[in-house]
């Protein structure tokens, strides 16, 4: 009869495209909205970190920058004040109603008052900035698919704490379409000379 040559292999089959969903922030898990094989759309909400810490850095932050606002304010008044009364005592130092010395002193206080002004205001560009990615941390507390597909494994379960300091933590994994898939399969390397391209594959699964 026929002789026919086979190599065999043991592998497993897997999506063509799968997405590893993670979170950018460290936290306890408040709630899960999926599970294994759930349908997902992109977008949808799948997982929630506790919110609280964040949004009270958040408010913590923009008290921050409503007080470095006014002190921008404050520093453009006592600014506005402090030229008043150097360019009315540059016309009393012509007449020689005051002295040198007293009109550099508040020349000085001019020139101090512009500084602190520049200084409120570069603290006003980093609180803003701290607002804003106190904004941006509690909206990553809310994970989101990034992708349309099936959930086909989840890795943590509510009340359990999520660390992203040194690498993101793999939360979910979603594959984008269970139509297209591939097996990944190891074959020896004494047989890996007799594949190629082309030729005909058979698989059996559990």
Do not use: C, W
């Not at 759309?41 to 409503?66: H, M, S, V, Y």
């Not at 698919?145 to 994994?173: E, K, M, N, Y």
Request: proline residues 3%; negative net charge; aromatic residues 6%.
């Amino acid at each position: 009869g026929p002789l026919v040559s086979t190599v065999s292999a043991t592998g497993n089959l897997t999506p063509v495209v799968t997405v590893q969903v993670g979170t950018q922030v460290s936290g306890m898990i408040a709630r899960i909205f999926v599970d294994y094989n759930s349908p997902v759309q992109k977008g949808q909400t799948i997982a929630e970190i506790d919110p609280t810490l964040f949004k009270a850095q958040l408010e913590q932050a923009r008290g921050n920058f409503l007080a470095a606002v006014a002190n921008v304010e404050k520093a453009k008044v006592t600014l506005a004040d402090a030229t008043r009364t150097m360019k009315r005592y540059q016309s009393l130092v012509k007449d020689g109603s005051v002295s040198v010395s007293d009109y550099d002193t508040y020349v000085t206080a001019a020139d101090s008052a512009r500084a602190a002004l520049s200084a409120a205001q570069g603290t006003v560009a980093q609180a803003s900035g701290s607002y804003a990615q106190a904004k941006t941390n509690l909206e990553y507390a809310t994970i989101r698919s990034p992708v349309d597909g099936i959930v086909i494994s989840r890795a943590v379960d509510v009340g359990q704490t999520v660390a992203a300091s040194f690498q993101t933590p793999t939360l979910f994994t979603i594959a984008q379409d269970l139509t297209k898939m591939q097996i990944l399969a190891t074959v020896d390397e004494s047989d890996i000379g007799r594949i190629h391209e082309g030729g005909n594959a058979t698989f059996t699964v559990d």
